[in-house]
């Protein structure tokens, strides 16, 4: 079993890593360890890269961003010529660069941190070096507008030369008076599964018939399994249907609940670890999560969802994912 905390302070003292960084040390695959890694991310201990080392992302602790500068070399030529001039000046407009600058900066995401400036009623983008401070954001943005503002109204030059950050958590604001500057929303990427914290399983298997009533009992939900939650319903309900036992029933979090069933077959009963998820859409960091908390309690992995996979996460199943079931949940809309 892999302890999380362990692989958080190995992070931390690396300042950064790829998967490959770490399975010598904790005895495990590099799938295994980028799923551990992912879980990681989800729980917002650590940020994963856009800037890819080989084929790999890299995975670093918030208060080491300054690390990324060590990837440099990573950069193809282009982007490293981004690189230094954003690094240098700390604050481009868009429209002031050529098209190939202007798509290195929407693409370096790393490096590269959208903000959107509204004067008057014209709305410009920049792009602010990811390590700037609020002062030289202030700076360079009073260099940039200053001249346009000198061209219009003069009453305006004196609010240009005072700007004011205001920081709300993720969400940045710049005040020039009647003109505003806030920060573009952006969606960030998680490579290797869904942003959703999850939670290790809790559940013990007991394997032995005659302890099988007494486990049920000390369980987290009562035999009965009688509760509101309409998802849990829906799952028990596909569960009886199929003529599944349920050995363990915990709700994790609304849709998303870790139990441990005994499902028939020819060779009798075989007890796997359920995962069962309520969305519609379902990508390979699901299967990664649900297959990794398997592989600790060395189980088989079933996930119930009535969601749907890409084809091409469901033709990598039998080769990346051994022992890992998926099935189709019909639930109430």
């Not at 490959?20 to 799923?35: E, P």
């Not at 309409?230 to 870790?258: L, N, R, W």
Request: hydrophobic content about 35%; some cysteine; proline content about 6%.
């Amino acid at each position: 079993m892999i302890d999380k905390d362990n692989v958080l302070q190995v992070v931390k003292m690396k300042g950064y890593v790829v998967p490959s960084d770490l399975t010598r040390q904790f005895h495990v695959d590099t799938f295994i360890m980028g799923a551990v890694l992912s879980d990681l991310v989800r729980e917002k201990k650590l940020i994963i890269s856009h800037v890819k080392v080989g084929r790999s992302p890299v995975y670093y602790p918030p208060e080491h961003k300054s690390k990324l500068q060590d990837l440099y070399n990573y950069l193809n030529e282009k982007d490293k010529q981004v690189y230094d001039l954003l690094k240098k000046e700390k604050v481009l407009r868009d429209t002031d660069q050529s098209p190939l600058i202007r798509v290195s900066l929407k693409t370096m995401r790393d490096y590269s941190k959208p903000i959107e400036v509204t004067v008057g009623d014209k709305t410009q983008i920049f792009y602010k070096w990811y390590l700037a401070t609020d002062q030289e954001v202030h700076s360079a943005l009073t260099n940039i507008l200053a001249s346009d503002i000198k061209s219009t109204q003069s009453e305006n030059k004196s609010a240009i030369l005072n700007p004011i950050i205001e920081r709300k958590l993720v969400e940045e604001k710049v005040v020039i008076e009647k003109p505003i500057v806030k920060e573009n929303p952006i969606k960030k990427e998680v490579v290797g599964g869904p942003v959703i914290k999850e939670k290790p399983a809790e559940s013990k298997i007991i394997d032995k018939k005659e302890e099988t009533q007494k486990h049920l009992e000390e369980a987290d939900v009562p035999l009965n399994l009688q509760f509101d939650d309409q998802f849990a319903q829906e799952v028990v309900s596909y569960f009886t249907k199929k003529d599944i036992q349920i050995i363990h029933f915990k709700i994790i979090k609304k849709g998303e609940i870790d139990c441990v069933v005994k499902i028939p077959s020819p060779v009798g009963n075989i007890t796997y670890f359920c995962k069962a998820k309520k969305k519609k859409k379902c990508n390979e960091g699901d299967i990664a999560t649900a297959f990794v908390a398997a592989q600790m309690k060395k189980l088989p992995v079933l996930l119930l969802t009535p969601g749907i996979f890409p084809k091409k996460v469901m033709h990598k199943l039998p080769v990346e994912y051994p022992n890992t079931k998926v099935l189709q949940l019909e639930v109430e809309k």
